[in-house]
């Protein structure tokens, strides 16, 4: 029997690999532009000047010939980042190596450059600078590109809001933006992913981390930092966090601002799209990645405001991980994963930085502004690694949302049904207790910077040794606080693409507290998965103090109903037939958001912890739905 699992295994990895590499070499047919031409000199630690006098590390990788730069003015590829210049030389040499000049710079306080780190602050201007450094070179023609996944993201959007004249087409990939919206503050919580990656990025490339006892401490400090976590709020001065004070500062101010404001203001695309550079963008971006509401958001603005063009790529990835096609517990098809992300991302920037004729326009994943992976149409069987196969497909459109959207509402009831016809009766309600002492634990979902805390993409939203705040192997529907809203088995597949919200009519027991909502895809019973397959889609929350504005704080009265509306993240996904599409609703998704104290006192600065009472209403005047954005599907 062994044998034979080693045998299937085997003929599955080779028919894989043939397949990758059928796909590779048909790849590398159309682009033309892969094969390496020129061999690569490297200059580091240039010591690039900012406008205040401070200087960023950075390296420079030029194409050579018979031992001899390029004596030409090239186009330039450039990557800020906070992670290490050092890190992507491979990458750096593989566009140099194919006629680019290229130009790896750490961004401010991080490394090898000067001056202190300020939460993407200063990147805009700094990289505004470096691309007036790089135009005045012997070796640039003035034209520039970017390069670059989440912060490096990040950056590519600040330099476009500066307008610099020489940043000439960008490709930011799950990108930071609209901090104050969703993925950093998500309807006025806050993403404690980041309170994640200041743990740990505050020992590992911060200017205190250069001197190894310093170093040291705060690597302790990350290692323990589960046992910090469940004792939040992270006060000032009170953690060895303090000895990285602008990383401390920015951790506890920005756990302190849930509203959207000035704060948040750097990269804020939503409110402020007149000030992004006119250029040719491409946004990249997963359903099941931190930034995905973010990405979707950006190209609605900025196909509406700028000339471009603008596109957009939105796969079942998580966050980074584009080139692969299985994430958490669920494989997409081989399909999902773009073969070969360097030589895609090339095929873009010859077009717009060297003016080549190529697949831009013409061929996907180029041939029209919008490429999306709709999920769910596989045969739900359980793959040679375990994985649920969810599978799906690539199809082409021309809009985001789409434009043959019908909008359904979906209504929850008494009985915990979910339907599109409204409830009819009145004072119809159900209570439930929120502990924040035991808040509902993340299984897999929107995540980047949190993969030691939590679980990222699609799993069964099951209990186990492998959630480390829920190891009970059990689900989490049979939680007293997880209301369950769902539907019947579906009687023909339902396509559900486009944003996704929750309307609520609500009251507690208390000043404050959150409301949070998860959609599932349920698979029934099977041979392969006997206990069936809860699939966490998306997700979303509010904080009370928010429901009217995310800029103003409003606490409740106690009793009063009010009514709340979380968005959602985004998503393209096939309820096939037989499967049940289910909202899960709480008061907590923990880590993945802070867990609200239910006092009413300031952000992060609470030191008491109260439980709430909080009701959902479900009667014919205080109506409770999900809308979901329906796709026609022609029978």
């Known amino acids: ?82 992670y290490n210049k050092e890190s992507g030389q491979s990458v750096a040499k593989y566009y140099a190596a194919r006629g680019y000049s290229v130009v790896y710079q750490d961004t401010r306080g991080r490394y090898k450059s000067e001056g202190v780190w300020h939460m993407l602050n200063d990147d805009g201007r700094d990289g505004y600078d470096c691309c007036e450094w790089i135009a005045g070179q012997p070796w640039s023609n003035g034209k520039i590109g970017m390069y670059g996944t989440s912060y490096e993201g990040g950056t590519q959007h600040a330099i476009a809001m500066e307008k610099s004249p020489y940043l000439t087409t960008i490709i930011p990939v799950d990108a930071m933006s609209n901090l104050g919206y969703a ?57 060895p966090l303090k000895f990285a004070p602008e990383y401390e500062d920015w951790l506890v101010e920005g756990m302190r601002h849930g509203g959207n404001d000035e704060f948040w203001l750097q990269n804020n695309i939503i409110d402020f799209p007149e000030r992004y550079n006119d250029m040719p963008v491409y946004l990249v971006g997963g359903w099941y990645d931190s930034w995905g509401s973010n990405t979707t958001a950006n190209y609605r603005v900025l196909s509406q405001t700028i000339k471009g063009p603008v596109y957009l790529i939105m796969g079942p990835w998580i966050h980074g991980a584009n080139g692969r096609s299985a994430h958490g517990q669920v494989n997409f098809g081989k399909d999902a994963a773009i073969p070969d992300p360097l030589a895609w991302r090339l095929e873009w920037y010859d077009h717009w930085l060297k003016d080549k004729d190529n697949s831009v326009g013409k061929s996907a994943p180029f041939a029209t502004p919008v490429r999306i992976f709709t999920m769910g149409t596989g045969d739900g069987s359980k793959d040679v690694d375990g994985k649920l196969n969810h599978g799906g497909y690539w199809r082409e459109e021309h809009e985001w949302p789409l434009a043959r959207t019908v909008y359904t509402r979906y209504y929850f009831h008494e009985e915990g049904t979910l339907s599109t016809s409204p409830p009819s009766g009145r004072n119809s309600s159900t209570t439930y207790t929120f502990d924040p002492q035991n808040p509902v634990p993340t299984i897999g979902g929107n995540i980047s910077s949190g993969w030691d805390i939590l679980l990222q993409g699609a799993w069964d939203q099951r209990g186990g040794e492998h959630v480390w705040n829920w190891t009970h192997p059990i689900p989490l529907s049979s939680r007293r606080d997880v209301l369950v809203f769902q539907t019947g088995p579906l009687e023909h597949d339902v396509e559900v693409t486009g944003e996704l919200s929750v309307t609520l009519w609500a009251s507690s027991s208390a000043l404050d507290t959150d409301f949070t909502a998860k959609l599932i895809d349920i698979y029934p019973t099977s041979p392969d998965f006997p206990g069936g397959f809860d699939l966490n889609l998306e997700d979303g929350i509010i904080r009370a103090r928010f429901r009217d504005s995310l800029k103003e704080e409003k606490l409740m009265d106690p009793g009063e109903m009010y009514k709340f509306t979380i968005k959602m993240y985004p998503t393209s996904n096939v309820f096939k037939k037989g499967h049940r599409i289910r909202l ?16 009413g006192e300031p952000l992060n600065e609470h030191r008491r912890i109260v439980a709430a009472d909080n009701t959902i209403y479900h009667e014919r005047e205080h109506l409770s739905y999900i809308t979901l954005p329906i796709i026609p599907i022609e029978r």
């Open 183 to 239: 993925s950093m503050r998500n309807g006025g919580a806050f993403e404690l992913r980041f309170w994640n990656w200041i743990f740990w990025t505050s020992g590992d490339g911060s200017r205190q981390s250069r001197d190894p006892n310093t170093k040291a401490m705060l690597l302790e400090m990350n290692k323990n930092k589960k046992s910090y976590l469940v004792n939040l709020p992270t006060q000032k001065g009170m953690t």
């Open 1 to 82: 029997m062994k044998s034979n699992v080693r045998a299937l295994k085997a003929l599955n990895f080779v028919s894989m690999f043939v397949s990758v590499v059928f796909v590779l070499f048909v790849f590398n047919e159309v682009c033309y532009a892969n094969s390496e031409k020129y061999s690569v000199s490297v200059k580091q630690n240039v010591m690039v000047a900012m406008r205040d006098g401070v200087e960023l590390a950075t390296d420079i990788y030029l194409p050579t010939e018979n031992g001899a730069v390029v004596d030409e003015k090239l186009p330039t590829i450039l990557r800020r980042t906070p």
């Open 584 to 599: 899960d609703i709480s008061s907590s998704n923990f880590p993945r958001f802070d867990v609200n104290p239910n006092t």
